[in-house]
T-cell receptor
Framework: ETGVTQTPRHLVMGMTNKKSLKCEQHLGHNAMYWYKQSAKKPLELMFVYSLEERVENNSVPSRFSPECPNSSHLFLHLHTLQPEDSALYLC?????????????FGSGTRLTVV | GQNIDQPTEMTATEGAIVQINCTYQ??????LFWYQQHAGEAPTFLSY??LDGLEEKGRFSSFLSRSKGYSYLLLKELQMKDSASYLC??????????WGAGTKLIIKP
């Protein structure tokens, strides 16, 4: 148990499906992040929510849609994905204005788009 | 542009010592992190350096030279469970983390 829980752990979806990834933390953190991790590539920051407001959207395609209803929960809504979107999606949380404490990551959702 | 470089893969022997290097170029600098990630698991925090020098934490140590844009993670008395990927990340002037691609460390008996 890392303190950040992600569900589901694995997801296989067709290109026409709609699904959502869920992330939950009860560490008292006030910033949450979605990352995409592909093999042999750096972690790609997708979205940042700080104090429940989205502060960055790194040119992520609109087929990915984040939602942060409160400081403990974060969702990533998926629709009409492409095979190249297959990857490990990691959620992380931290205190805003991050210091030396670092991020706490969830175990990720392994997504396969068929 | 911002860039973090680290070797893709390294191999070491159980009981030995290994050093994983990381060089960085970022817009501003607010510290450097090392994370460990076992296959299929979450990355976990190992160390944070913001001042030059060596930080020791048990079998793991992390070194930083800000003037050289360089860090290393030193693992001593290697154990099989140390087989994992090690991620280097720098915090830039906007307090955003810039990540390296990770170094896969393979430990052999």
């Amino acid at each position: 148990e890392t303190g950040v829980t992600q569900t589901p752990r694995h997801l296989v979806m067709g290109m026409t499906n709609k699904k959502s990834l869920k992330c939950e933390q009860h560490l008292g953190h006030n910033a949450m992040y979605w990352y995409k991790q592909s093999a042999k590539k750096p972690l790609e920051l997708m979205f940042v929510y700080s104090l429940e407001e989205r502060v960055e959207n790194n040119s992520v395609p609109s087929r990915f849609s984040p939602e942060c209803p409160n400081s403990s929960h974060l969702f990533l809504h998926l629709h009409t994905l492409q095979p190249e979107d297959s990857a490990l999606y990691l959620c992380a949380s931290s205190r805003a204005n991050l210091g030396g404490q670092g991020y706490t990551f969830g175990s990720g959702t392994r997504l396969t788009v068929v | 542009g911002q860039n973090i470089d680290q070797p893709t893969e390294m191999t070491a022997t159980e009981g030995a010592i290994v050093q994983i290097n990381c060089t960085y170029q970022t817009s501003g600098f607010n510290g450097l992190f090392w994370y460990q990630q076992h296959a299929g698991e979450a990355p976990t925090f190992l160390s944070y350096n913001v001042l030059d020098g060596l930080e020791e934490k048990g079998r793991f140590s992390s070194f930083l030279s800000r003037s050289k844009g360089y860090s290393y993670l030193l693992l001593k008395e290697l154990q099989m469970k140390d087989s994992a990927s090690y991620l280097c990340a720098c915090m830039d002037s906007n307090y955003q983390l810039i990540w390296g691609a990770g170094t896969k460390l393979i430990i052999k008996p």
